[in-house]
């Protein structure tokens, strides 16, 4: 299938300005504003990371976060205890991330639906705990890694993993025949498989290059952060945060996980920001993710599409104040 | 050897608590088929309210339990509908879109209990607290014998409402096949309303006596949503005979590694079991499951 699907010039021109800004963002704005901006970059990989596997073949894990905690250890192992330099230390982490993630989707990929969600949570729990125990890891008492203070090289290198991300994406899962594959699995794996389809070896090979990005991000992440602890980098949140932003954005699409990851992660920031440190957030992100699942299950994409159906806003604003009456 | 039988008889009595909340969780499963990852959620906010009451009170939470119980099955009652309307959504993945619905309900409710009440751990007191019971030689912290008495009594009258009343045996046949029920004129919106309740109340039940035996704190309920996955994946989604054996080998598993390997190991190796089962054993342990 031929990737050019007839580039608009509005298309370009937009493409090209969204690039410009981001390559002289760091030139342009405060190191406060740069430090969430790298932040974006980063959830807007791992969103798309986790959309691969949970967008386009639906299989919702809840334990992508011990992917990000994986590649965050080994990357953090290598540079302190072998003093491997960070972009061979990344890609160390980015190759063992996918090979662990090969050995554990073979068995777990064999579960589906629920059975899938709850196996893969267990899983990252269990990853949680063992990091917890091991003395190689640290343990509880963390993993120091050694400082590294500069905010622009930070801002394009998880600017670089976000496109190359989004790239993959778009390229192997948008425009090809491997897309449509994975997207078979997604609808019928039964009648996919009858097809002559290979569903394990497709399965496999998306959870493993899904996991792969994460353990890649989380090796990035680990030498920004310069402190991981199993609590920050294998806890829970990550993997929900993951899966809300994808939820919010609408779920199987390209640009859906980047607005989903956009939109909550500033919402984070600005809350942390105006109220400090609060437990609050999960309030916010768990109604959140009630609210969208009940009234946008496509997500925030679909809002035009459900405005347009509905005629305008007016009409609606209208409907609801006859109703009232 | 005490140690040993001490040990022993203590993952019992975890265990029968456990089992209070399996089964209301696999008939829930049966019948709706969403997976609820809010069941801790309901354990912290019923060992919460016991708590509340008793301070404002004095009430004994023991004597509460009814009240807590017939409470959240009302709101189990009333919170249903929304539940059925996320089950019922127009989407390719409903079931999946309903797990992270309820997935986002614990995190509301975790959020908001850590909001309220802060991370502090609290201590349920109750007339049993200092009391032990004698056995064989063996010391048991009677709440735990109370516990264990009045879950099984309360599992067996369970039991006996699913399998020999005539609301029971429509709830097991909606459970086993909700279109053909549908067609033999049970209503299943009815029943699923009705399970959810029963569900709701009986954890919520079990977490008082969890935050009498344990402790009160709003971070509680991730630990025994971990439990209650383990219980019902072991023991097959939907099954009841199952749900009590894997009740009972989560009490002993979590009770010996306790003492025999170390306290930090226990999740390490609760999690391992548990995935080994559901990726070679998915029907449970007594291949009874959905």
């Given at each position: 299938m031929?990737i050019?699907?007839?580039?608009?010039?509005?298309k370009?021109?937009?493409?090209?300005?969204?690039m410009?800004?981001?390559?002289?963002?760091?030139?342009?704005?405060?190191?406060?504003i740069?430090?969430?901006a790298?932040?974006?970059?980063?959830?807007?990989?791992?969103?798309?990371?986790?959309?691969?596997?949970?967008?386009?073949?639906?299989?919702?894990?809840?334990g992508?976060?011990?992917?990000?905690?994986?590649?965050?250890?080994?990357?953090?192992?290598?540079?302190?205890?072998?003093?491997?330099?960070?972009f061979?230390?990344?890609?160390?982490?980015?190759?063992l991330?996918?090979?662990?993630?090969?050995l554990?989707g073979?068995?777990?990929l064999?579960?589906?639906?629920?059975?899938?969600?709850?196996?893969?949570?267990?899983?990252?729990?269990?990853m949680?705990?063992?990091v917890?125990?091991?003395?190689?890891?640290?343990?509880?008492?963390?993993?120091?890694?050694?400082?590294?203070?500069?905010?622009?090289f930070f801002?394009?290198?998880?600017?670089a993993?976000?496109?190359?991300?989004?790239?993959?994406?778009?390229?192997f899962?948008?425009?090809?025949?491997?897309?449509?594959?994975?997207?078979?699995?997604?609808?019928?794996?039964?009648?996919?498989?009858?097809?002559?389809?290979?569903?394990?070896?497709?399965?496999?090979?998306?959870?493993?290059?899904?996991s792969?990005?994460?353990?890649?991000?989380?090796?990035?992440?680990?030498?920004?952060?310069?402190?991981?602890?199993?609590?920050?980098?294998?806890?829970?949140?990550?993997?929900?945060?993951?899966?809300?932003?994808?939820?919010?954005?609408?779920?199987?699409?390209?640009?859906?996980?980047?607005?989903?990851?956009?939109?909550?992660?500033?919402?984070?920031?600005?809350?942390?920001?105006?109220?400090?440190?609060?437990?609050?957030?999960?309030?916010?992100?768990?109604f959140s993710?009630?609210?969208?699942?009940?009234?946008l299950?496509?997500?925030?994409?679909?809002?035009?599409?459900?405005?347009?159906?509905?005629?305008?806003?007016?009409?609606?604003?209208?409907?609801k104040?006859?109703?009232?009456k | 050897?005490?140690?040993?039988?001490?040990?022993?008889?203590?993952?019992?009595?975890?265990?029968?608590?456990?089992?209070?909340?399996?089964?209301?969780?696999?008939?829930?499963?049966?019948?709706?088929h969403?997976?609820?990852?809010?069941?801790?959620?309901?354990?912290?906010?019923?060992?919460?309210?016991?708590?509340?009451?008793?301070v404002?009170?004095?009430?004994?939470?023991?004597?509460?339990?009814?009240?807590?119980?017939?409470?959240?099955?009302?709101?189990?009652?009333?919170?249903?509908?929304v539940?059925?309307?996320?089950?019922?959504?127009?989407?390719?993945?409903?079931?999946?879109?309903?797990?992270?619905?309820?997935?986002?309900?614990?995190?509301?409710?975790?959020?908001?209990?850590?909001?309220?009440?802060?991370?502090?751990?609290?201590?349920?007191?109750?007339?049993?607290?200092?009391?032990?019971i004698?056995?064989?030689?063996?010391?048991?912290?009677?709440i735990?014998?109370?516990?264990?008495?009045?879950?099984?009594?309360?599992?067996?009258?369970f039991?006996?409402?699913?399998?020999?009343?005539?609301?029971?045996?429509?709830?097991?046949?909606?459970?086993?096949?909700k279109?053909?029920?549908?067609?033999?004129?049970?209503?299943?919106?009815?029943?699923?309303r009705?399970?959810?309740?029963?569900?709701?109340?009986?954890?919520?039940?079990?977490?008082?006596?969890?935050?009498?035996?344990?402790?009160?704190?709003?971070?509680?309920?991730?630990?025994?949503?971990?439990f209650a996955f383990?219980?019902?994946?072991?023991?097959?989604?939907?099954?009841?005979?199952g749900?009590?054996?894997?009740?009972?080998?989560l009490?002993?598993?979590?009770?010996?590694?306790?003492?025999?390997?170390?306290?930090?190991?226990?999740?390490?190796?609760?999690?391992?079991?548990?995935?080994?089962?559901?990726?070679?054993?998915?029907?449970?342990?007594?291949?009874k499951?959905?």
């Open positions: 031929p050019s699907k007839s580039f608009s010039p509005v370009v021109i937009v493409l090209l300005l969204t410009i800004v981001l390559f002289t963002l760091p030139f342009l704005v405060s190191s406060f740069l430090r969430i790298t932040g974006i970059m980063m959830w807007i990989g791992l969103a798309l990371s986790w959309n691969m596997l949970g967008g386009y073949m639906g299989y919702i894990s809840f992508h976060g011990a992917s990000f905690g994986v590649g965050a250890y080994i990357a953090g192992m290598l540079m302190t205890q072998l003093h491997l330099p960070f061979i230390a990344l890609i160390i982490a980015g190759i991330t996918y090979i662990f993630a090969a554990v073979y068995p777990t064999r579960l589906s639906g629920s059975y899938f969600a709850i196996g893969t949570w267990a899983f990252a729990e269990m949680r705990q063992l917890l125990v091991l003395s190689v890891t640290g343990g509880a008492e963390g993993l120091r890694l050694p400082p590294m203070l500069n905010d622009n801002y394009f290198v998880m600017l993993l976000a496109l190359i991300v989004f790239l993959v994406a778009y390229l899962f948008e425009n090809s025949d491997f897309g449509l594959k994975v997207k078979a699995v997604r609808e019928e794996e039964t009648a996919a498989r009858t097809l002559g389809l290979n569903t394990t070896w497709i399965k496999n090979q998306v959870f493993s290059i899904s792969m990005f994460a353990g890649i991000i989380g090796g990035a992440f680990a030498y920004w952060i310069t402190f991981i602890h199993p609590d920050s980098v294998l806890g829970p949140l990550i993997a929900d945060q993951m899966v809300i932003m994808v939820l919010l954005g609408g779920i199987g699409t390209l640009f859906g996980p980047i607005l989903g990851a956009i939109v909550l992660y500033v919402g984070n920031q600005y809350m942390l920001v105006m109220w400090g440190q609060s437990s609050a957030y999960l309030i916010i992100l768990g993710i009630c609210l969208v699942i009940l009234f299950p496509e997500g925030l994409l679909s809002l035009p599409r459900i405005i347009k159906r509905k005629g305008s806003f007016s009409r609606l604003i209208q409907q104040n006859q109703v009232s | 050897m005490g140690l040993f039988t001490q040990t022993f008889i203590n993952g019992i009595l975890i265990g029968g608590i456990f089992i209070t909340i399996a089964v209301g969780f696999s008939i829930a499963y049966g019948v709706m969403i997976v609820d990852f809010a069941v801790g959620e309901w354990i912290m906010l019923g060992a919460f309210t016991a708590f509340w009451l008793n404002y009170t004095k009430i004994d939470p023991l004597l509460l339990i009814p009240f807590i119980a017939l409470f959240f099955a009302l709101i189990g009652y009333l919170f249903q509908p539940i059925q309307k996320v089950v019922n959504i127009k989407h390719r993945s409903a079931a999946m879109m309903a797990l992270a619905f309820t997935f986002g309900l614990s995190t509301l409710l975790r959020g908001s209990a850590l909001t309220l009440w802060g991370f502090n751990n609290r201590n349920l007191v109750t007339m049993l607290s200092e009391k032990n004698n056995l064989f030689g063996i010391t048991l912290p009677a735990r014998g109370v516990a264990t008495l009045f879950s099984i009594i309360v599992t067996a009258a039991a006996y409402f699913l399998y020999r009343t005539k609301t029971g045996i429509t709830i097991r046949a909606a459970a086993e096949n279109t053909v029920a549908g067609l033999m004129g049970i209503d299943g919106h009815r029943i699923s009705l399970v959810y309740s029963i569900y709701v109340g009986l954890t919520a039940m079990s977490g008082v006596f969890i935050g009498c035996i344990f402790s009160v704190f709003p971070d509680m309920g991730l630990r025994y949503t971990a383990f219980v019902v994946v072991a023991g097959g989604m939907g099954s009841f005979s749900a009590i054996v894997a009740g009972l080998m009490g002993l598993i979590s009770s010996f590694v306790s003492v025999y390997v170390g306290g930090a190991y226990v999740f390490l190796i609760l999690f391992f079991i548990l995935y080994l089962i559901l990726v070679f054993l998915p029907k449970g342990v007594l291949g499951g959905w």
